[in-house]
């Protein structure tokens, strides 16, 4: 099987007034755009998970998600395309929902279990599939070394140097991944990681597991809105307002988070003028639709 995706993730510039003033550069990495669902950094982390489910003759992916989770329907999208089965355990009651549905459009079986039950996931894995040979073990978010090698990549396309690189951060493991991706490079670019929960100091430990070598970079934990997909007026104003301004579609839950924290740090004055500044856009579109009714529209 021939697990390979082309990748179309051009980097756009976005042009406003707060930026001209303060003599900044903003740019923003379509990574979006390499597919509808297998989107952004999901398809950057499932590539090396494929290639070495494909090596091993597996042939049934079997991950792990919340019912809005992107890392689930990139997997269902995923198995479909490269003609492998799939199954999505997914954490709480059973529900049905856009991101549901379009994993089971594409395939995946779904299971639901319980939030303490879900907690032990590789003993989920053993009751389920333990006696079948053609299942892979794939972690919630894709969240593992492979994972960061593919993310490491999205360096190698990049055509021009930043002095600073924005992503959020759920796992962690595409920060991790875009961090060894600049010192491969020998980059200076400052690397910046908006973890999207509360109290995201964690997320330091959860990026640094996945780094080849030691690194410094930036940690920003005030950006989580009251945590994970939680949202506010003023998030979800700024997302209304830097879609029509741009026709660049984001979502509250990541995206949207890491853009307001550029918006924000730039207005404080936190960048020296001249800085060129990469916001990474890491897909993620189907979840807007489960947070339709949070925008007053
Ligand atoms: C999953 C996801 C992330 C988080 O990526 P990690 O590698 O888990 O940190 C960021 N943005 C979007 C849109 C996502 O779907």
Redesign the pocket.
Known sequence: MNIDLEIYSPVHQIKNKLFNEQGLSIFIKRDDLIHPLIS???WR?LKYILKKASAENKTHLVTFGGAYS??LLATAAAAAKFGLKSTGIVRGEDVTNDTLFLCNLHGMKLIFVDRESYRHKEELFNKYFGGNTDAFFIDE?G?SAE?AHGCAELVDELTETYNHIFC????????AGIINGIQNHKLSTEFNAIPVFKNGDFMKGEINQYLINPATYNLYTDYHFGGYAKTNAELLSFIKTFVADTGILI?PV??GKMLYAIYDMAAKGHFKSGSKILAIH???LIGLLGMKDKFQL
Not at 168 to 175: D, E, I, P
């Open positions: 952004g950094n999901k982390k992107n890392h978010g969240a994972g959020a951060c759920g796992t962690g493991t595409t920060a979502e990541y995206t890491t897909g993620g």
